[in-house]
């Protein structure tokens, strides 16, 4: 049973009472506290699967972030001028959201006038849709996701709170890994549960499959809209519990009960990662961790580390020789959709409508089609993915400059920890180590909300680093990531 639908309806019902619930629901969380309201932020971060469509998608972590936003003001006034100056590279940021407004100004008039259908209705038929609203509620968008780091630099101040947000963090990861579960389960036993879920103004309730020879394959998708939604909410959280897991494990002042903790927390996230079968996902789950072996090299990995790595990768690459049916999805779902020819000629990923674009505005080359705008020039329903995604909206400069900020930010995390400092912690190694592998992983995974992980792993870094430097908590014992702490 299929409560896609049902959802849908219950919603629907709600539509004409919008304009009243909207701003009573604002007014009401304003009365709580920021740090509550970053709590249920974090924690919700992966639900996106159920949103009301105005223009631009309202769902849950984007509602919930901007309300922590208008409460921080409040509540944490001091706090907050304090963490602008320490929001890293913000100048550089300054610079990206800058050249986004001129590439947008630059696209507008040159946007054609037709009709555009997408996945979730007519482009101009509501608020911030049109050629130009669309263009500043993307940029708004962008604003808000960069917005994250502020809002836990202002309430993270101590190396306990920053341990607090993570616990919420794998909480809320871990219930969309068991709903996850449970949703395989029903799909099995005809159980009622939601499945793909687009949107009040879609509800599609498609069940994402693949076919093989060896049968139909079931991607999990849980609550966070598509499988490669869910794969981009896990993947940060795989690789910081990877990192944390392996360090923990290897120390034997830890206690046994915090090892299996975190064991079982690791397999349950990377299992359900895995079971989303998404291209996207497992690509970037691939480089990201390339990314961070090719960094942790110039901190002088032991041997040991190396071919553990090695073992690995040569595990991976028997199972795919050996084992019939993981060589057919892996072919089905990586080899097949990376070929050139399907890469040349299907629309999917967007690449014919990129060349098309480029043939005939090659202006944007070189500034992109502005956040939002390539669906002007070229109709397409679904957002195009990886590399393409930033090649039309973002241009060759926009990708310089916010890959730039991202470095930026990494140099400036590393600065101020120092690599003795980093080398010893294991939760500022995991948080970095995490930082770099989701910055590679975009190049390949750039979904809008799904990479919110991104930015919430910067903020938590930061946070991190700042409370070591001005000494608010001694970071020399690394056993204060303790069974008791965490």
Known sequence: MNLSIFVYEIIKSFFSFLPILIPLGALIFLFIPSRKVLFLF?????????????????????????ITLLTIPIYFTRELIIALKGYPAKKMLIVVIFFLAISALLNIPSFPIKNILTAYGPIGDSLFRDRATKQASQILMFILKASIPLVILTICRTRKEVVVMLKVLMAGTSFLCLYGIYQFFAYLFNLPAIYIYRGAFNP?????????????????????????????????????????????????????????????????????????????????????????FIFSMNFQPKIRTVWIFCSICLGLMAMYVVIPSVNDVVNKRIIERLNYEYLLNNNEYGVPQLLHMYKTHPETIIYGASLGGAVFYEQYNEQPESIVYYLFDYGVIGIILLFSFFLLVLRKILNISKSDNFKKDILLSGLVYTMVGSIVATLVFPKVDSMLGLWVIIGLTTALTISSKEGIESTKDDRSFSAESY
């Not at 919700?44 to 309202?58: R, S, Y």
């Not at 966070?224 to 795989?238: M, N």
């Open 204 to 292: 599609t309730g498609a069940v994402g499959i693949f076919s093989t020879p060896f049968g139909n394959f079931f991607r999990v998708s849980s609550l966070a809209g598509e499988p490669k939604d869910l794969a981009g909410i896990l993947l940060p959280v795989s690789i910081l519990l990877a990192v944390i897991t392996w360090r923990v494990v290897k120390e034997k002042h830890y206690n046994l009960n915090l090892k299996l903790v975190l064991l079982g927390l690791f397999f349950l996230n990377t299992c359900v990662f895995v079971a989303t079968f998404s291209t996207a996902g497992w690509l970037g789950a691939l480089v990201g961790i390339g990314g961070i």
């Open 42 to 66: 974090i924690f919700f971060l992966g639900f996106q699967a159920i949103f009301i469509d105005i223009g631009v998608m309202v769902n849950i972590p984007r509602a919930l972030l901007f």
